[in-house]
């Protein structure tokens, strides 16, 4: 078993969407982890993913499009605010990863080592015994299992119970100590990098379960139908899982192939807990905001001639006389008129819900992309095409990606 300390490591790193020639970096890609666009110099490969490549005493990062390290000699921040960022979306949206409508690849048993995690957090390592009762005459007898089960035998001298009910303590805290202990002590000092959380320490690590890993999970399974309280089994299922999981080597990865749903979640959180307004042509944004807004996915049936056809909005803000429509785009560049934001406000500016006519509301329009806080002019009428809509504005706004992924994980 190898452990290299972050001083030992070589770090390479790129961002998701960038050009990348693999023959150049140490590292093995799976043919998804890149894929080929065409550019004006011709065909390149790009990286797909945004994770972490971890092989012995060399780590890969692959950092979402257009996040900049503030300093290529300290990243270890940046690690762990990447691993952070995938790992509570992870654990707030667990179907849509099991259904494979989000797209996430390791081989690191990282959701069971949590829940094992989560278990010590609040009981600390296990340490609890398993009692059986069998037939018997020697040994502790077990007064009430006698009485409530066995059979009443009158005589000269009194009343019998037999057999005998003997109790016997079957101390399995052992193995179910040593594993929890091994699995966060193991998991913590491979990923020291990003993991920063309390070890269990002592010896946990002085038996190498991983190299007896088959007897672990046999012994494991044994125990399992003994337990019945479901934390227990909980517990049991997850440390099963995770050495089952566990692979040898030394090489593991964490790939994000979704990461837009990621992005799209981050600016939902920072809208909410940042945006300020609008003023003068320029998306206002403040640290620290006292009131939280309500942005969110909102669905409208605008169609009279087929009332089950919707549209939804990615972000949507009713705010008395003022209305926003905003929505994410997890692009490197834009290069052409986004029509659906530009029919969503010609659907919703003068919406009514009472079927009335109403004051007109300011319709705000906007795209929020990664970036580094830059904002312009999306679309705008050209002078002839609609003399009615003048004020009519798209805009985009480049959402630095550190600051909405702190946002995201700090701010609740």
Request: charged share 30%; with cysteine; proline share 3%.
């Amino acid at each position: 078993m190898e452990f290299y300390r972050m001083d030992e490591l070589k770090f390479y790193y790129s961002n998701e969407g960038k050009v990348i020639n693999t023959d150049n970096i140490p590292f093995f890609f799976d043919k998804r982890d890149t894929s080929i666009i065409d550019t004006d110099e011709g065909e390149k490969e790009v990286l797909s993913f945004a994770g972490i490549i971890l092989e012995k005493n060399k780590i890969f990062v692959s950092f979402p499009k257009h996040y900049e390290l503030i300093d290529d000699n300290d990243y270890i921040l940046d690690i762990q605010l990447l691993f952070d960022t995938i790992n509570k979306h992870y654990k707030e949206n667990k179907m849509l990863y099991f259904t494979k409508t989000l797209n996430i690849k390791t081989n690191y048993p990282f959701n069971e080592f949590f829940e094992i995690y989560d278990y010590y957090q609040k009981y600390g390592i296990y340490h609890e015994n398993l009692s059986e009762i069998y037939d018997g005459y020697n040994g502790n007898v077990s007064w009430r299992d006698t009485i409530k089960k066995s059979a009443t035998v009158i005589n000269k001298k009194g009343i019998l119970f037999l057999p005998l009910k003997i109790k016997k303590v079957k101390r399995y805290q052992v193995l179910i100590s040593e594993c929890m202990s091994y699995a966060i002590d193991y998991t913590l000092q491979q990923f020291s990098l990003f993991l920063d959380m309390p070890q269990v320490g002592g010896k946990s690590l002085e038996k190498d379960l991983l190299s007896n890993k088959d007897f672990i999970i046999r012994e494991l399974y044994s125990l399992k139908n003994k337990f019945f309280k479901d934390i227990h089994k909980k517990l049991i299922s997850n440390l099963i899982s995770f050495f089952e999981k566990l692979p040898g080597g030394g090489n593991y990865y964490l790939k994000h192939y979704s990461f837009s749903s990621v992005w799209e979640k981050m600016v939902n959180h920072y809208l909410n807990y940042h945006f300020e307004g609008i003023d003068d042509n320029r998306l206002i944004f403040k640290d620290n905001r006292s009131m939280v807004n309500k942005f969110e996915k909102a669905t409208f049936y605008p169609n009279s001639a087929n009332p089950r056809q919707n549209i939804q909005p990615d972000y949507y803000l009713d705010d008395g006389d003022t209305q926003y429509i905003f929505d994410a785009k997890y692009y490197n560049k834009i290069d052409s008129i986004n029509y659906k934001q530009v029919a969503y406000y010609f659907f919703l500016k003068n919406i009514s819900v009472t079927n009335e006519k109403m004051k007109r509301k300011t319709t705000y329009n906007a795209l929020i992309l990664p970036g580094n806080y830059a904002q312009r002019v999306h679309f705008k009428f050209k002078r002839g095409f609609n003399i009615e809509e003048p004020d009519f504005i798209i805009y985009e706004y480049y959402l630095d990606v550190r600051k909405a992924m702190e946002s995201y994980i700090n701010d609740d």
